[in-house]
C-alpha cells in the first residue's frame, strides 16, 4: 500500500529514489526531520527551515545547506565532510565532535553555536559569523577565514596553524593556549582578547590591533609585527619578542613589554579598512515535492 505523504511546507529534502524512511513532522519552530536510515549522505540538498532538527551522529558528507535556518540544531558528532553550509543561519546549534573537514561555510552564520572538539580542517569560511560561539579544542588549520566575525568567542586550545585569517575579528576572545602557527593573520582585530599562552610562532600579524590585549607567555617567536597595534597590550609575559618586533610594531607609554624592550610610536599612521566578502547569493527558492512512502 502507498500513501501520499503531506507536502514540506518549509523544509526541501531531494534525495534519491533509494533513500528511504525520512519523515516530516510538522513542530512549532518549523519542521522537525527524524531521518530513520543513518545513512543519509544520500540527501542531496536542504534547504528551508529545520529550527531544533536532531541529526546527531548522521552521515551528511556532501550534502549541501544552501540558504537553510538551522537554528539550534543538534548535530553532535555528524559527518559534514565536503558539506556545503552556504548562507544559512546556524545560530545556536551543535556541532560538537563533528567532522567538517573541508567543508564550505562561507557567509553563514554560526553565532554562539558550539564546535568543542570539532575538527573543521581546511574549511572555507570567509565572511562567517562565529560571534560567542564555542570553539574549544576546535582543530581549524589550514582554513580559510578572512573576514570572519570571532567577537567573543571561546577558542581556548583551538588549532589556527596555517590558517588564513585576514581581516578577522578575534576581539574580546578567550584564545588562551590557542595555536596561531604560521597563520596570516593581517589586518586583524585582536583587541581586549586572552591570548594567554597561545602560540603565535612565524604568524603575520602585520596591520593587525592587538591593544588592551592579554599574552602572558604567549610566544612570538619569529612572528611579523609590521605596523601592528600594541598601544595598551599586555606583552610584559610573552615570549620570543625582539627588540627588532617591537620596534616595527606601534606602541606607546601604555604598552607594556618584557624587561629591556622598548616601544615606539609609528611616525605615520596606516588605516586598514578591511571589506569582508559578500555572502553568496540568495538560493533560489525550492520546488515544493512531495515524498511517497511506502507502507506494509
Do not use: H, W, Y
Not at 620570543?240 to 622598548?262: I, M, N
Amino acid at each position: 500500500m502507498k500513501q501520499i505523504a503531506r507536502p514540506f511546507r518549509r523544509l526541501a529534502v531531494v534525495a534519491v529514489a533509494t533513500a528511504a524512511g525520512l519523515a516530516a513532522v510538522p513542530a512549532a519552530a518549523g519542521v522537525r526531520v527524524s531521518v530513520q536510515d543513518r545513512d543519509v549522505a544520500r540527501l542531496v540538498s536542504l534547504g528551508g527551515s529545520c529550527n531544533r532538527c536532531e541529526l546527531s551522529g548522521r552521515n551528511l558528507s556532501g550534502a549541501t545547506f544552501t540558504g537553510a535556518t538551522f537554528m539550534s540544531a543538534t548535530l553532535v558528532g555528524a559527518n559534514l565532510r565536503g558539506a556545503e553550509l552556504t548562507g544559512s543561519n546556524f545560530s545556536s546549534s551543535d556541532f560538537s565532535r563533528g567532522d567538517l573537514r573541508g567543508a564550505e561555510m562561507s557567509g553563514s552564520n554560526f553565532s554562539s553555536a558550539i564546535f568543542s572538539d570539532t575538527n573543521l580542517t581546511g574549511v572555507s569560511a570567509s565572511g562567517a559569523v562565529f560571534s560567542r560561539s564555542n570553539l574549544i579544542r576546535a582543530n581549524l588549520s589550514s582554513s580559510e577565514l578572512s573576514g570572519a566575525n570571532m567577537n567573543g568567542a571561546i577558542l581556548s586550545s583551538a588549532n589556527f596553524t596555517s590558517a588564513e585569517m585576514f581581516g578577522v575579528t578575534l576581539a574580546n576572545v578567550n584564545a588562551r593556549a590557542a595555536s596561531f602557527r604560521n597563520a596570516e593573520v593581517a589586518a586583524s582585530n585582536l583587541g581586549a582578547g586572552d591570548f594567554s599562552s597561545a602560540d603565535f610562532r612565524n604568524a603575520t600579524l602585520d596591520g593587525s590591533r592587538l591593544s588592551r590585549g592579554q599574552f602572558s607567555r604567549a610566544n612570538f617567536n619569529g612572528a611579523s609585527l609590521r605596523r601592528t597595534d600594541i598601544r595598551g597590550a599586555d606583552l610584559s609575559g610573552a615570549l620570543g619578542l625582539t627588540q627588532s618586533q617591537v620596534s616595527e610594531a606601534c606602541g606607546d607609554d601604555t604598552t607594556r613589554l618584557p624587561r629591556g624592550l622598548t616601544a615606539s610610536a609609528c611616525r605615520s599612521r596606516m588605516t586598514v579598512r578591511v571589506a569582508p566578502p559578500r555572502p553568496p547569493s540568495p538560493p533560489v527558492p525550492p520546488v515544493q515535492r512531495q515524498l511517497l512512502l511506502a507502507q506494509d
